[in-house]
């Protein structure tokens, strides 16, 4: 069987392409996109620890699934937003978001 | 764990109950029943602010009433989802008031006091923040921290057609979720170090010696999850969101997100790091304690020195409160890294220190954007140098803008005094004077920018002048409570609210 720290060297490469793409990409769906990336590394993360460390004991399945729920809820808000800025912008790049500052 | 009991687990989320109530009335009253009613017209929406303040007060004073935890009662509700006791209650208290004094200051703000799902969104986030007061379990602890910010994120953005808001929304959008990613991969590690969800469970696992390999992945998991907590308490340095989204969020929205998502995650962060990492754990001859403990005290002194150094420059009112209120998340971090003494008792008085100072703050930075709300209706304009002559324009403004400053700025006989003073106090006995000296200096920063404002409102020559700004009477009302309430936590309410957050403290370390 494929031993435990394999899955977990994979759940960390992808956490780290998505810390990657959010520090690096400009387009906010991007890194929205990247948001996810990071989000699935949790779940690889909660499902090879569940299986391997407490098969007996429900809790990060759950933990995963209340994951996908909410990584759901937040890429709807996170689109919304992104769309309501398109439409007075014509842009998503963050960059050319950038009437506050200071 | 005990058998499950219905009943006896209702009160343990009694306000929350309450809030869903709340949520679903609202919006009966504002899109309607089918067949049955046809929902508010566009012109009474605005007395939705009344419907939903009415509904968190009444919650707030009901809970502390009937459902207050005595120490029988006091233990891990809902499969040890929920912990009931003295300190969620506190906590849930001061979010609950937060968002009903929030419904009424909104309610004349442009665009935002007329439409129905203001209100019914920031009940929903004020359900999360309520539920992260008392959360005591990985799974509930990131779902109730969602349930907080999402609703956030769409109130930043609450004007779509005015581009600061909607920037300011995805601004917060971006940092938030790429905060909560990383907050949630340090989740992921701890669990699968202890092969349990529950803190308390963590606890037990860890200071059982069971995990004794090598500390390196429990700091490296405590780290992450300390920054992720750190972009929500807007600590130095994942504060860059701060400031952007203060300024372009509606004004009442600022308000509500400087206050109820601060404190949720202020009760949290204590809950979690004194809950799963006491003094007991120690893994491979290092004490977790003294590691979390430095890591808060050096975020303190950055979050305090950066957020007052900064904010000495700002002319706009609602950044310069953004930064104040990054160094004022420093002040509290004191109290935090102060909890580490070994004598119990300390520990149970900084824990106090934090929540009385949390408590004070909602109420004084509340009654600030009260006026700043009234203002910047009145006048457009958020600059300081406009508030100019604000004595002569309307002195009740003035007067009240003064006590909400000198309160955060610390000065007798305003609240905030006693929660410096509190928090300092806990830092000395704990043997971290420097920490204290830091916090005094700063003190003396935050004073000066402060008073920069008062001295504006009352010599400073303005050029409208003549032209007095109106407060219709619901603003009048609400500025003239708020600011009894801030003089009256800081006189004759300090003894009876600080005994009630030192009980909380017994509660949460068990002393």
Redesign the interface.
């Known amino acids: 069987m494929i031993p435990l720290w394999m899955y977990?060297i994979v759940a960390a490469a992808v956490?780290a392409i998505?810390?990657y793409g959010?520090l690096a990409r400009r387009n906010?769906v991007a890194?929205?996109m990247s948001?996810e990336l990071?989000?699935s590394?949790?779940n690889i993360?909660?499902v090879?620890?569940w299986r391997y460390?407490?098969p007996q004991?429900m809790?990060?399945q759950?933990?995963a699934a209340?994951?996908f729920v909410?990584a759901a809820?937040?890429a709807a808000?996170?689109l919304?937003?992104?769309i309501?800025?398109y439409r007075?912008?014509r842009s998503v790049v963050?960059e050319d978001?950038?009437?506050?500052?200071? | 764990m005990n058998e499950f009991n219905f009943l006896q687990s209702l009160p343990a989320i009694a306000p929350e109950i309450g809030l869903v109530i709340t949520a679903i009335v609202l919006l009966a009253l504002d899109s309607g029943v089918p067949f049955v009613y046809a929902g508010l017209p566009e012109s009474r929406r605005k007395g939705l602010a009344l419907v939903t303040a009415a509904s968190l007060i009444m919650t707030a004073l009901v809970s502390v009433a009937v459902w207050s935890p005595t120490p029988e009662t006091t233990g891990l509700y809902w499969g040890g989802m929920i912990r009931y006791d003295v300190l969620a209650l506190v906590f849930k208290v001061m979010i609950l008031f937060a968002g009903g004094i929030t419904a009424l200051i909104a309610v004349d703000s442009e665009g935002v006091g007329n439409k129905g799902e203001f209100y019914l969104i920031m009940v929903v986030s004020t359900l999360g923040a309520c539920l992260i007061s008392g959360a005591a379990d990985l799974i509930m602890l990131f779902v109730a921290l969602e349930t907080t910010t999402i609703p956030l994120y769409v109130l930043a953005g609450f004007k779509r057609n005015d581009n600061r808001s909607s920037e300011s929304g995805m601004k917060y959008f971006l940092f938030g979720s790429f905060a909560s990613a990383i907050l949630l991969y340090g989740l992921s590690l701890l669990y699968g170090f202890s092969g349990q969800t529950n803190l308390y469970a963590i606890a037990e696992y860890l200071s059982s010696g069971a995990f004794s390999a090598n500390a390196f992945p429990v700091l490296a998991a405590l780290v992450l999850i300390l920054v992720g907590f750190g972009f929500k308490i807007s600590a130095v340095p994942f504060h860059f969101w701060t400031p952007d989204v203060y300024e372009g969020a509606p004004t009442p929205v600022t308000a509500f997100l400087s206050v109820a998502s601060k404190a949720g995650s202020f009760a949290l962060l204590m809950r979690f790091l004194l809950a799963v990492f006491p003094a007991s754990v120690v893994i491979n001859g290092q004490e977790i304690q003294n590691f979390w403990a430095t890591l808060v005290a050096a975020l303190a002194v950055v979050s305090m020195t950066f957020g007052n150094v900064v904010a000495l420059a700002q002319r706009n009112v609602k950044r310069l409160l953004a930064y104040s209120s990054i160094a004022q998340a420093g002040y509290t971090l004191i109290g935090l890294a102060a909890v580490q003494a070994t004598a119990t008792s300390t520990g149970a008085e900084a824990v106090a220190a934090i929540t009385y100072y949390m408590f004070m703050y909602t109420f004084t930075n509340l009654l600030a954007f009260a006026v700043i709300i009234v203002f910047s209706e009145a006048t457009g304009t958020e600059q300081i140098s406009d508030l100019a002559g604000l004595s002569r324009r309307s002195p009740w403004m003035a007067l009240v803008l003064t006590i909400a400053l000198l309160s955060l700025a610390g000065v007798p006989p305003a609240a905030g005094f006693f929660g410096k003073f509190f928090l300092f106090n806990a830092a000395v006995q704990a043997n971290l004077v420097w920490l204290a000296i830091v916090g005094v200096l700063n003190s003396i920063v935050a004073l000066f920018y402060y008073l920069v404002i008062i001295k504006v409102m009352y010599v400073d020559k303005g050029k409208d002048e003549d032209k007095p700004i109106p407060i219709s009477r619901a603003y009048l009302y609400v500025m003239g409570v708020v600011s009894v309430i801030v003089v009256l936590l800081g006189t004759i309410g300090v003894q009876p609210i600080f005994d009630w957050a030192l009980q909380g403290a017994r509660a949460l370390l068990n002393v």
Do not use: Y
Not at chain 1, 97 to 102: A, E, P, Q, S, Y
């Open positions: 977990l956490f998505g810390v959010v906010a890194i929205l948001v990071m989000l590394a949790v993360n909660l090879a620890f460390l407490t004991n809790s990060g759950v933990f209340f994951v909410v809820a937040e808000v996170g919304a937003i992104v309501s800025i007075s912008r963050v978001v950038n009437l506050l500052k200071g």
